[in-house]
């Protein structure tokens, strides 16, 4: 099965540069995927790796390290719009099923 | 397009009730799929289709039933409504040739079960 751990809350100001990790247990998946949630809104997809390394899209950078087990979603120039929960989730390669983390609470401060 | 949409966006149940969650996507998707989101929980997957009947379990399938008729509509059955059940319920679907896997999610169904 798969398991992803992510921490629970992060915080930050306006300007700012925030790291969201999140490691994992897998017997196997395509790639690393993060979600994000606003307060009572659905998930919307922010960005995917399926190899090694970098991918950045605007202010938002994901990166995944397969033999770490590890990947995170690095958030620049924070704006008050970006306080939301954040998802990592991976596609399992044996059932095509997509699986969460627990999700980390950012909160972005003036 | 309307994407992913799903009805009711609210419900009261009562302990024992039996009701159906719908779920309609106008993408020509092949894959959907049904997850519930508690506080502090994430989001756990229920059940999911790869295609038009075909049906598999996720992480948390009891007291959930699906079927997938057609492509566009999967709609969840709760057999028999428990207050463990009161949740947010997703729908989401995505294409089978998208190499991301990007899920397209519906609004929500807010479910309380007294």
């Known amino acids: 099965g798969q398991s992803l751990e992510q921490p629970s809350e992060v915080t930050a100001v306006e300007g700012a540069i925030v790291q969201i990790n999140c490691t994992y247990q897998?017997?196997?998946?395509?790639?690393l995927s993060w979600y994000q949630q606003h307060d009572g809104g659905a998930p919307t997809f922010l960005s995917y790796n399926g190899l090694d390394g970098l991918e950045e899209t605007g202010r938002f950078s994901s990166f995944l390290s397969r033999s770490d087990s590890y990947g995170y979603l690095l958030l620049q120039e924070l704006q008050m719009k970006d306080s939301a929960s954040y998802f990592c989730a991976v596609r399992d390669s044996n059932t095509d099923k997509l699986i969460f983390g627990t999700g980390t609470r950012l909160q972005v401060f003036p | 397009n309307a994407g992913v949409t799903q009805t009711p966006k609210f419900q009261v149940l009562k302990t024992g009730q039996s009701m159906t969650l719908q779920c309609a996507q106008d993408m020509n998707h092949e894959y959907m799929s049904w997850y519930r989101q508690d506080p502090g929980m994430g989001l756990r997957l229920i059940h999911y289709?790869?295609?038009?009947?075909?049906?598999d379990q996720g992480e948390v399938p009891n007291g959930y039933n699906v079927s997938r008729s057609t492509t566009e509509d999967f709609p969840l059955r709760l057999l028999s409504a428990a207050p463990s059940q009161t949740s947010v319920y997703f729908c989401?679907?995505?294409?089978?040739?998208?190499?991301?896997?990007?899920?397209?999610f519906g609004e929500g169904s807010r479910l309380t079960v007294l």
């Open positions: 989401a679907s995505r294409s089978g040739g998208d190499y991301t896997g990007e899920l397209f």
């Open positions: 897998t017997s196997g998946f395509y790639g």
């Open positions: 289709s790869v295609g038009a009947g075909i049906t």
